[in-house]
């Protein structure tokens, strides 16, 4: 299962203040991209680094960073990535978070921050991994470091709850990352990761999308695959399969099945059915969008195969929630407010 980074850069996330950044800039914090360094290099802030480091001496408060997450959601766990730094990383941190309008300042001295990590030590240049046992649902993440020094990335692993107002008289992109979409698994990821398929941006090259390696198998019915759930059961509407920038090795065909259960907690995906049919076996254009109207009710997932292998940037599919999907999008609401 592809995790969900509530405060990627991907979905909209952003980091709106910091205390310092005087070696690092704290945008980096949340760069989709693994952080790299290269020793030796410089340029007028110092050695070149890929996080947010700040100047040395901080004082007795330390250093802090205030992100907005780009999808508000449950956080599940969230990771100080400290890699690269060894000698400057911070000693340890508390994180806070807080619910607020996209607008409003989260910076004025009456907002309500609530601790979902209480002081913890960081090691460094690794992953800091902390759980989080909180059920709500946060729109601002604010990490407070216990001394000055630098973080590569901050990661926060969770589901996204959508707000049913959002979703009220409209169809609905069920597969996408904002809306609560997930890749539950795939069969090949070995050019790039299948979490790409539901991200809410254009693909910008081929590294964007899903590409499996080239199978030596082949036969009639040979394929890879994705498995594609929904944060409720949906009627769908539309499937769209983009095949950007995939010129020479995009996936010739596809199909969609769907399925109407989901696991019952014991036993995962391996066992659910994908036995509706929502798009058959088609025919695929390299390196463009194609639309295909569908209706299938009930749906809570799909699972897309690629014949017999290949690239694909996007899968997008869209409806609306069925009775039970409706329920169910306004208890998460409420449980998590």
Known sequence: MTEVDLASRIVGGSVIAASDESFGVKERLIDPAEPAFVPGTYDLRGEVVDGWETRRHAGADGDWAVVRLGAAGRIHAIDVDTRYFSG??????????????????????????????????????????????????????????????????????????????????????????????????????????????????????????????????????????????????????????????????ASPEVSVLGSRIRPDGEHGWALVPFDVEVLPRTRLAADTRQVFAVHCPDVTALRVQAYPDGGIARVRASGTPTANGWDALRTRWEESS
């Open 88 to 249: 400057n990383h911070p000693t340890g941190c508390r994180i806070e978070a807080c619910v607020l309008d996209p607008t409003a300042d989260a910076m004025l001295p009456g907002v309500e921050w609530t601790t979902l990590v209480a002081d913890v030590a960081l090691k460094a240049d690794c992953h800091n991994v902390f759980p989080v046992s909180s059920r709500r649902r946060w729109t601002h993440l604010r990490l407070r470091l216990s001394s000055d020094g630098g973080v590569a990335r901050l990661r926060v692993y969770g589901e996204v709850i959508p707000d049913p107002v959002t979703w009220a008289d409209v169809t609905v992109e069920v597969s996408g990352l904002e809306q609560g979409g997930r890749v539950e698994w795939c069969s090949d990821g070995f050019y790039s990761d299948a979490g790409a398929l539901i991200r809410p941006n254009r693909p910008a090259n081929m590294g964007d999308g899903w590409e499996t390696r080239r199978r030596r198998d082949v036969g009639p019915d040979t394929h890879d695959a994705v498995l594609i759930s929904f944060a409720v059961p949906t009627d769908l509407r539309r499937i769209e399969i983009d095949t950007s920038y995939f010129v020479f090795n």
